[in-house]
Structure formats: C-alpha cells, structure tokens
C-alpha cells in the first residue's frame, strides 16, 4: 500500500491538444504558428553559480562533490521552457482555475510557468545531488517498486543497483542525438529498468487511449448497437493495478514490455498486452491514428515530413517521454529527500499525531460515536469508543423474497410487527422455507464490462460447479498481478452453469439454493479459504422455561413450529425477536486474534472475513452494505437503531455477546439476512498497545495501517520545507531566465 508523493503529471501536457479538450475555443488564434509555440520563454540552469549551488546541498545535510562542482558544465545543459509548454499545461490544468474564476489568466499563467521552472530546478538538482554521492539512495515507503534496488540494512534505505558516476552519465547522454533524447538518456541513467519500462509503457498506453476514443466515436458513427445497462457493484480495487504495473514478457535480456502502440498499420497480435476496442477493424483504427497525426500536425507537436509508421520514432514520443520521465525522477528523488527525516523524529511526530487524535475522540459525545465508525477505511481509524458499550460492525448478505412470496406476505392477517404476524410469517412454508436464492453476478459477464475469466489452478468448486467450467472475475487483479483485492477472497466462481455465445455474450443458468443450502456453502468457503474446518453453527431448538432461546439443533424445524408465545420476553408483554434468529454460528479463532492484527493477511480473521465480503458480493440483494469497509456501523444494544427490529436485535446480540466472527441468519419481511460480526469496539482504547512504530512494516497491523496514512503528510512536508529552502536559493536571475515578452500576450488575455 505504498504512497506517491507526488502525482506524475506529463502526458496529459500535450495530449489534451490531441484530445481536443479546448475544441471550438478561440483562446489561442493568433498564438498557433510554429515559430510562435517555439519560442524560448524561460531557461534554468542551476549550475552558473558553485557557491549557491554549494549552499542548496547543504539544505539537505549533503555537501556537493568537488569533482562533480568542477564538471558541472559538462553535467549540466540550459533547459529550455518554450511557449508550447506553458499553453499545453494551461489547457490541462490552468483552464479550470480562470473558469472558475479562482485566477485570472496573468496570475494562472505565471503560477504555471513558476512551476514548470521549479520542476526544471528540482530535475537538475537530483542529477547534480546523486553524481555528487556516487549512488541513488531512496526511501522504501515513498518507492512503489523495489525491483532494481537493494535493501540498505537497518534503515529505511533502498539503493539502486548499478554504479553512478560523472562519466558513466556522460557517456550515456552524449550517445544521444537530439536534445530531447539527451534528456532521456539523462534520466534513464538514474532510474531502474523497471521505472524506465514503466515511462515508456505510459507514454504508450496514452497514446493508445487517445485514438481509442478516436476510434469508439468513428465505431459509434457507424453502428446502431446498444450494450446492456445491468449492473452490479464491484469490489473497490478490483482490477486496479500497482501505479508502476505495466505488461512484462521475461526474454534474455530481462524484464521487457510486453505492450505497443496500435495504429492499425501494424497487428494488434504485434501489441501484446494492448487490448482493442470493441467494434475496432483495420478500418476503423487507421482512421483513427489519422485523427491523432492530424491533431498533433495543427498544434505543432508534428512536422509534416515525418515518418509515421512508428509511433515511438515521432519526435512527439520523446517529447512525451523526457516529461515523463523527468516527472519520475522528481518523484524519485523526494524519496531520496525523505531519507534526511530521522526515525526519531518521524517516531515522535507520528506518537504526537496518534495520542492528539485518542484524545479528539474520547472526548467526543457518545451520540456521534457511530458517524465516526462510518468514516473507518484504510487511513481513517476508531482509535477510541465510549467506556461501558459495546458497538461493532456486520456484513449482511441480503437473500430477498421474490414478487409472489412478497405478495404472501401482504397477506398475512395479523399487524406485522406483533406476535402473531412473527408466528404467522416464519411457519408459512411459502416463505422462508421455499426462499430460493442465486448468484447475483450475471452483470459481471454481461455488462458493460465483462469482468469474468475462465478459471484455473486452485480455486473452491462445490458439488454443482464440479465437472464443467467455472469462471471467476477479476483477472488482473488475481492472475495479471497477485495483489488480489482488499477484504475479497476472489476464490468464489459463479454458481451456476456459463457458456460462452459467439456474441460475446453468455448465457447463464444459476443454480437456486436454499437457506439450508446456502448456510452449508458458507461455512465451506470459509473453512476453504481459511484452510481448517472453523465455521460452525446449530439451529434455533426453542425456548426453555424461562423464556431463553437457545440454538442447538441439527435442524430448522424448531424455527419452522414457532407460537406466538415464542415471541415474547418473560414479563408476558414485550416482543421478543430471539426466535426470528434461524441459525448461529461462529469462526474459531476470530476471536483470539487481537484488534491489532485483525487485518493481517495470514490470520483466520483476515481470511474469514474475505470470504464473507466475496458471497455478499455473489448473493446480496443489499447493495448498500456492499464496499463498507467493515459493514454497517451498530449501536450499542443500549440504543435502538433504524434497522428493522429482527436485524438489530441479531446484530446487536450477535456483537454484545458473541462478538467478533460470529454469524446469525434472522428473518424479516426482506428474506433471509445474514449477519457476520467483522468487528467490535469494548469500550476504551481499541488498540491496546496504541501506534507501535516497530511494527510499522508488518503488513495488515493497525501500527501499518496507521503509518502509510500519515507518513505520506509527514513526507511531503518535510520534502516541500527542504525544495521550498534549495529553491529561494537557486531561482533566481542567475540560474533561471524569464523572456516574459515573448508571453506577455498570454498574461494580456484578460483584456480581451
């Protein structure tokens, strides 16, 4: 769960002329010619003065290089910002600040030019300060991926494999032709194989995705097709890749891309990984490439005698590739800045940040105390509840009623809510009894998009499914990756029969499953996923003679005989919804498992619970409780809640007094409602041991948890304040140019 520090922005630059995305404004007549885009309106070069340029180092506790200060003019070139880059960052980004009317456009078109310099500064400034220390040293957490590093032992260190020296950089740039590749040449020297792949698989897959949109508006000119609007809920990151993911073919020579760009004068079977859109012909894509050539010819990002038979010989390619790839190495190096934060004092700011926000929440009121749960994810924690409750969390797995049981149940002749009606309802064989639920996934094969892949290798099969082909979803996330999803076991293929249609299509036949049946292939999945037969449970056998419920039966048929007299409490007078409550069970060992470690990957908890959320997401018809973190917020068996009575009853039982991966199933007049305890709040700390900055790197712990959200802040920061010291040192007249009256017109327009 690595952090960016800063979002990579580059491509986007000059692909929105591509994109159209100012079609039919006028901004910009009069600025379009070539020679104008052309012009030169600022240059940086940090390296015209070495005691400056000594003193920005010392800003980062680093003393420059004797020998890299007396080379610094071979090092070093003048980086040209020229009026093409300001207008392309100004219709990417600046539009929206004038439209809004936040700025004008002198101010928005200075404080874009301010930053394109600062970004020329900060490249420079990596260069000169990792041939100064003979080696590029990075701050793991602030690094997505560590192929091409080395752990650096007992500190937060990676260091890139690969010498670093002055003619080793030389050597590579002067190899270059053309000052764009020079560029390149100089930023791929300091960055991984697997960083610079990454670059170019950006760049390429940009360009792909513009005359993508090309082509769907050529393809959609041309056909009368509609697709289906079904649609079901997904998990929050399914098919979500690593921010450094691109497709990998392993050859002799390492890790390569496995992907190109798709003009339609090549094959797509020539693009690996590169998927064409659907409808896409060899007609339709070359037209489309036709309209992205054209739109880089009027806005100059072409000349008209290039070759374009090869996307990446364009001198627009390289273009689009030195941004990106100076934008990585800015990235990059805020995680070598990073490393000047001691643990220390990250220990001390992140104790600080933990207790301030204990003590925001003990001293909240109690009524708030369920909004706070509602807001738990990933970088928002409950660190504090009220002393004497219990609250807690339950996933529902919602198997509805179909439209003639919900007409039975109009007809039952009693006031819904009293004795009568809970007696009449739950014995009508009709009901409960005939409910039959299934798979509520058809979406993901037929859909907007079809999320399902034919399944392989090690995956749950029940007695149905076994003997024909199954199918899971979320392919990239499960096989192209194996990051998988937060909190979904991804294990569960649909239950029921797929074949594939020469359309593209499926026709699916799911199979119907009873409450018996779907309670034994719950508690199957869960033991499957977790790897042991936990999941348990025993039906509702009665009540005794005082009145209390009990659940120990191998059967429902106690349920199925209830009187009115089982839904009353001892004093003869209040409703008593204990015996709407058809089975309980519970997960051996969830309980065991401290809050802590609730979420680490390798304990039964984190195991049962991804199991549980993957058949909410295969059989809920609550699409509300779908991608809550932990559920719905309950609270205290105190104080009534909005839920129906028999949910809330069973909820609140449930986390009062079985607690933490405890299960009930509990009839209303929806259906069938599963509930799975996911967490409970005791009252005081939840965390007994509090932040734990030893434990900060064991994935899954809260201390993890609690770092990744809060080191991000504390890194920025302490990046910003150290760029913002190098940066009043080195932007000045001496190392930074303005020619501002070769843009003055653009700082005029607000005259016009």
């Given at each position: 769960m690595k952090k960016k520090l800063v979002k990579i922005i580059s491509i986007v630059l000059a692909l929105a002329f591509s994109l159209g995305l100012m079609a039919g404004c006028e901004l910009f007549i009069?600025?379009?010619?070539?020679?104008?885009?052309?012009?030169?309106?600022?240059?940086?070069?940090?390296g015209e003065n070495e005691e400056v340029l000594s003193d920005a180092f010392e800003t980062l506790g680093a003393e420059l290089d004797a020998g890299v200060a007396s080379r610094v003019d071979e090092i070093l070139s003048t980086d040209a910002i020229h009026k093409r880059d300001l207008i392309a960052y100004?219709?990417?980004?600046?539009?929206?600040?004038?439209?809004?009317?936040?700025?004008?456009?002198?101010?928005?078109?200075?404080?874009?030019?301010?930053?394109?310099?600062?970004?020329?500064?900060?490249?420079?400034?990596?260069?000169?300060?990792?041939?100064?220390?003979?080696?590029?040293?990075?701050?793991?957490?602030?690094?997505?991926?560590?192929?091409?590093?080395?752990?650096?032992?007992?500190?937060?260190?990676?260091?890139?494999?690969?010498?670093?020296?002055?003619?080793?950089?030389?050597?590579?740039v002067n190899a270059a032709e053309g000052d764009d590749a020079k560029a390149v040449a100089a930023y791929r020297y300091f960055l991984t194989d697997d960083e610079a792949n990454y670059a170019t698989y950006v760049v390429m897959s940009a360009i792909n995705n513009t005359i993508d949109t090309y082509e769907e508006d050529i393809i959609a000119e041309e056909s009368e097709e509609t697709t289906s609007d079904d649609s079901r809920t997904v998990p929050t990151g399914a098919n979500v890749l690593d921010d450094t993911y691109y497709p990998v073919v392993k050859t002799e020579n390492g890790r390569e891309i496995d992907y190109a760009v798709y003009t339609g004068f090549n094959t797509v079977s020539e693009c690996g990984k590169y998927e064409k859109v659907e409808g896409s012909t060899v007609y339709t894509r070359t037209r489309a490439y036709a309209r992205f050539l054209n739109a880089l010819r009027q806005n100059n990002l072409i000349s008209d005698d290039e070759s374009t038979y090869d996307v990446t010989a364009l001198t627009y390619f390289e273009m689009e590739l030195k941004s990106q790839m100076q934008a990585m190495i800015i990235n990059k190096f805020i995680a070598t800045i990073n490393l000047g934060m001691t643990e220390t004092l990250e220990e001390q700011t992140l104790q600080n940040i933990y207790n301030q926000l204990v003590t925001s929440q003990s001293v909240a009121a109690q009524s708030n105390f369920v909004s706070t749960m509602d807001g738990v994810s990933d970088t928002s924690f409950v660190l504090y509840s009220p002393e004497d409750h219990t609250y807690g969390y339950v996933y529902n797995i919602l198997l509805p009623f179909d439209a003639d049981q919900n007409l039975t149940l109009t007809e039952i002749p009693f006031t819904a809510g009293t004795k009568e009606y809970y007696a009449a309802r739950n014995t009508n064989r009709e009901l409960f009894y005939s409910l039959q639920a299934t798979d509520q996934r058809a979406a993901w094969f037929n859909g907007e998009t079809d999320y399902s892949y034919l399944a392989e290798g090690d995956y749950y099969v029940n007695a149905a499914n076994a003997g024909r082909?199954?199918?899971?979803?979320?392919?990239?996330?499960?096989?192209?990756?194996?990051?998988?999803?937060?909190?979904?076991?991804?294990?569960?293929?649909?239950?029921?029969?797929?074949?594939?249609?020469?359309?593209?299509?499926?026709?699916?036949?799911?199979?119907?499953?009873?409450?018996?049946?779907?309670?034994?292939?719950?508690?199957?999945?869960?033991?499957y996923v977790v790897g042991a037969d936990v999941a348990s449970g025993s039906y509702f056998s009665g009540k005794d003679a005082s009145g209390n419920a009990s659940w120990t039966a191998s059967t429902g048929d106690a349920f199925y005989n209830v009187t009115a007299s089982d839904f009353l409490k001892a004093d003869g007078r209040a409703i008593d919804q204990s015996a709407n409550i058809y089975y309980k069970g519970s997960v051996a060992g969830v309980a065991d498992v401290s809050k802590a470690d609730y979420l680490r990957e390798d304990t039964v908890s984190y195991k049962a619970l991804s199991a549980v959320n993957e058949l909410m997401f295969a059989y809920s018809t609550d699409t509300g409780c779908l991608n809550d973190y932990y559920g719905y917020s309950i609270e205290s068996i105190e104080t009534a809640t909005?839920?129906?009575?028999?949910?809330e009853y069973a909820a609140q039982?449930?986390?009062?007094?079985?607690?933490?991966?405890?299960?009930?199933?509990?009839?209303?007049?929806?259906?069938?409602?599963?509930?799975?305890?996911?967490?409970?709040?005791?009252?005081?700390?939840?965390?007994?041991?509090?932040?734990?900055?030893?434990?900060?790197?064991?994935?899954?712990?809260?201390?993890?948890?609690?770092?990744?959200?809060?080191?991000?802040?504390?890194?920025?920061?302490?990046?910003?304040?150290?760029?913002?010291?190098?940066?009043?040192l080195l932007n000045t007249d001496g190392s930074v140019k303005r020619y501002e009256d070769r843009y003055s017109d653009l700082l005029s327009m607000d005259a016009e």
């Open positions: 009069g600025v379009d010619s070539n020679k104008d885009m052309e012009q030169v309106i600022a240059e940086v070069n940090i100004f219709i990417s980004y600046g539009y929206s600040y004038v439209s809004s009317g936040s700025y004008t456009y002198a101010e928005t078109f200075e404080l874009l030019l301010d930053a394109l310099i600062d970004n020329k500064i900060n490249a420079q400034m990596a260069v000169l300060y990792y041939l100064s220390e003979g080696e590029v040293l990075v701050d793991r957490d602030n690094t997505d991926s560590h192929n091409g590093y080395t752990a650096v032992e007992g500190t937060d260190a990676l260091r890139m494999n690969g010498d670093i020296s002055v003619d080793g950089y030389l050597a590579a082909d199954n199918y899971l979803f979320f392919e990239d996330s499960y096989v192209t990756s194996d990051d998988g999803i937060a909190r979904y076991a991804g294990k569960y293929p649909y239950n029921g029969e797929v074949v594939p249609q020469d359309d593209d299509t499926y026709k699916l036949t799911p199979e119907k499953i009873g409450i018996d049946g779907f309670i034994t292939e719950m508690q199957a999945y869960i033991n909005e839920f129906v009575k028999e949910f039982d449930l986390i009062k007094n079985d607690g933490v991966g405890s299960y009930a199933v509990v009839a209303t007049d929806y259906g069938w409602h599963i509930i799975y305890v996911t967490f409970v709040f005791d009252g005081g700390l939840t965390y007994a041991d509090g932040f734990v900055y030893g434990d900060r790197r064991e994935e899954g712990t809260f201390s993890y948890y609690f770092y990744q959200a809060n080191k991000q802040s504390l890194a920025e920061n302490y990046a910003s304040d150290r760029q913002s010291e190098y940066d009043k």
